[in-house]
């Protein structure tokens, strides 16, 4: 399922008990949808909410064991209050539920069964969070009208949970075809054989990147040393033919610590990598970002 394209829209955040570390309800003005923000501190504040009585959809955010990767748990429910206090006693690894429903209360549990599998499946192609969800599950059965409204509602929960900081499902980087040549950035240091794109989130080492498999001696017990561990364990990095290959779009918070787990040492990013020409990422992105050579 591709993205939407994007357009103008007005989001309106509306703050219940007026704290904007706290609850928080958001809206696109013209349609019906709300997702609500529910820092797990709070989850008393909501469930004393009428909005919290309703058929939802709902996601649990948080850290997993490693304390680094991020994580979240899928699930719909008819009965929303409880459904959330049994995970709010069950569930250590969630710190905020983002809930969605209609103003209307127009949510049936088949919408409900139907936006969850879609979710599921969408969440885990996108990849950015590990989900906590034991299995995909199947495709429900849903006639065609509710299933033609699901989507629609999917579009606008899509749009609201990226705008609250939570972009389950926008992959890390562009589609396949659709990513310019002249935005690419290659490492090919020390046998490494690396594509990535430098984007508004940071840098993101593409699919099929190939990185050194043994990291140097003085790379040990450094930051991204600990990354590189963890993406092997995830099953992201793995070993083939003699290097470390990436089995997925891997979105890093800067271009150093992309290169660093590339060429498992610390490296600077912004040297390191070079577009097509050879041109630094340094110099195309911060000593000359005006240019667009």
């Given at each position: 399922m591709s993205a939407p394209t994007p357009r103008p829209q007005t989001i309106q955040i509306f703050l219940p008990f007026?704290?904007?570390r706290g609850i928080r309800v958001a809206e696109i003005t013209t349609r019906i949808v709300q997702v609500i923000e529910v820092p797990r501190t709070t989850l008393t504040d909501f469930i004393a909410m009428p909005e919290s009585d309703q058929v939802a959809v709902y996601y649990l955010f948080g850290q997993g064991e490693d304390g680094a990767t991020p994580t979240v748990?899928?699930?719909?429910?008819?009965d929303l209050r409880k459904r959330l206090a049994k995970h709010n006693k069950e569930?250590?690894?969630w710190q905020r539920a983002l809930v969605l429903i209609s103003r209307t209360n127009s949510l049936t549990q088949t919408h409900a069964l139907f936006l969850e599998w879609l979710c599921i499946q969408e969440a885990k192609k996108a990849g950015r969070y590990t989900a906590e969800n034991g299995n995909d599950g199947s495709?429900?059965?849903t006639p065609a009208p509710l299933e033609a409204d699901c989507m629609e509602i999917f579009d606008t929960g899509?749009?609201?949970l990226a705008t609250l900081g939570y972009p389950l499902f926008e992959s890390v980087a562009k589609p396949v075809g659709q990513a310019d040549a002249s935005e690419l950035f290659y490492c090919k240091r020390g046998g490494t054989d690396a594509r990535g794109e430098y984007t508004s989130e940071g840098f993101v080492v593409l699919k099929g990147s190939r990185a050194r498999l043994q990291p140097l001696s003085a790379f040990e017990g450094h930051a991204f040393s600990k990354v590189r561990a963890s993406l092997i364990e995830q099953g992201k990095l793995q070993a083939e033919d003699g290097a470390l290959v990436f089995k997925d779009d891997v979105l890093f918070m800067s271009p150093s610590g992309a290169s660093s787990v590339v060429c498992g040492?610390?490296?600077?990013g912004w040297r390191e990598w070079r577009n097509a020409k050879g041109v630094t990422l340094d110099e195309l992105k911060r000593s000359n970002p005006a240019s667009e050579d």
């Open positions: 007026g704290d904007p748990y899928i699930g719909q429910t008819g569930k250590d690894f495709k429900p059965h899509r749009t609201l040492g610390a490296s600077n």
